[in-house]
T-cell receptor
Framework: GENVEQHPSTLSVQEGDSAVIKCTYS??????FPWYKQELGKGPQLIID?????GEKKDQRIAVTLNKTAKHFSLHITETQPEDSAVYFC??????????FGKGTTLSVSS | DGGITQSPKYLFRKEGQNVTLSCEQN?????MYWYRQDPGQGLRLIYY???????QKGDIAEGYSVSREKKESFPLTVTSAQKNPTAFYLC?????????????FGQGTRLTVV
C-alpha cells in the first residue's frame, strides 16, 4: 500500500520568510496530492491540492510542486505570517481510494 | 450550511467499555472515512465506506467497528478490544463527483480512557 513520508517534523521561521515542507510517496499509482492545515483542536482543512497531470499549482502565497518521476511533492509558503502557524499534512491517493497522510509538520512563525 | 458534524467533542470512557462516536454529513457525499490522530503519528485510516451497507478496513481497524446504514451517517464504535483508545478521532467524506478526492473533515472527537 501507499506510504507517505513528510519532512521536517517541525519548522520555525521568522515572519516574512518562506517555508518549505517536503513529502515523498511510494505508490506510483497515486495521482492526487492534497495539503491540509490543522489548527489546534480542530479538523484539518484543505489548503491546496495537485493532480498528477500538473507539475505546479499556486494560490496566492501558497504553491505546491510535484515531481512524479522522483515521487516528491512540496508545499511552499511565501511571506509567512503568524496566522500560518499550524500543523500541515501532506497526503496521497489514487482515485477511489482513501487518502494516506504523512505524519505532519508543525510550523511556527514568529513575529 | 453543509458540513460534517462529529459528536461529542470530548468523550471519556472507562476501561473495558465500548463507546460510539457519531459522524453525520449533509454534503450528499457517498464515501466516509474514520481516521485516528496521535501526536507525531499523523492521521491513520481506521475504516472507510464508499456506499451504504459496505465498508472496508483501513490500516488500524483492530478494536474498532463501524456501520453504514444511511448515506449521511457513519458511526465508529471503539470496543474494549482496542488496547490504547485514547486519541483524537476524525471523520471525513468525499464525493465521486469530485473524483473521490477532496476530503472534508469534521472537527473531531477527543476520546480519553480514564
Amino acid at each position: 500500500g501507499e506510504n507517505v513520508e513528510q519532512h521536517p517534523s517541525t519548522l520555525s521561521v521568522q515572519e516574512g520568510d518562506s517555508a518549505v515542507i517536503k513529502c515523498t510517496y511510494s505508490d506510483s499509482a497515486s495521482n492526487y496530492f492534497p495539503w491540509y492545515k490543522q489548527e489546534l483542536g480542530k479538523g484539518p482543512q484543505l489548503i491546496i491540492d495537485i493532480r498528477s497531470n500538473v507539475g505546479e499549482k499556486k494560490d496566492q502565497r501558497i504553491a505546491v510542486t510535484l515531481n512524479k518521476t522522483a515521487k516528491h511533492f512540496s508545499l511552499h509558503i511565501t511571506e509567512t505570517q503568524p496566522e500560518d502557524s499550524a500543523v500541515y499534512f501532506c497526503a496521497a491517493s489514487e482515485a477511489g481510494t482513501a487518502l494516506i497522510f504523512g505524519k505532519g509538520t508543525t510550523l511556527s512563525v514568529s513575529s | 450550511d453543509g458540513g460534517i458534524t462529529q459528536s461529542p467533542k470530548y468523550l471519556f470512557r472507562k476501561e473495558g467499555q465500548n463507546v460510539t462516536l457519531s459522524c453525520e454529513q449533509n454534503l450528499n457525499h457517498d464515501a466516509m472515512y474514520w481516521y485516528r490522530q496521535d501526536p507525531g503519528q499523523g492521521l491513520r485510516l481506521i475504516y472507510y465506506s464508499q456506499i451504504v451497507n459496505d465498508f472496508q478496513k483501513g490500516d488500524i481497524a483492530e478494536g474498532y467497528s463501524v456501520s453504514r446504514e444511511k448515506k449521511e451517517s457513519f458511526p465508529l464504535t471503539v470496543t474494549s478490544a482496542q488496547k490504547n483508545p485514547t486519541a483524537f478521532y476524525l471523520c471525513a467524506s468525499t464525493s465521486p463527483n469530485r473524483g473521490w478526492t477532496e476530503a472534508f473533515f469534521g472537527q473531531g472527537t477527543r476520546l480519553t480512557v480514564v
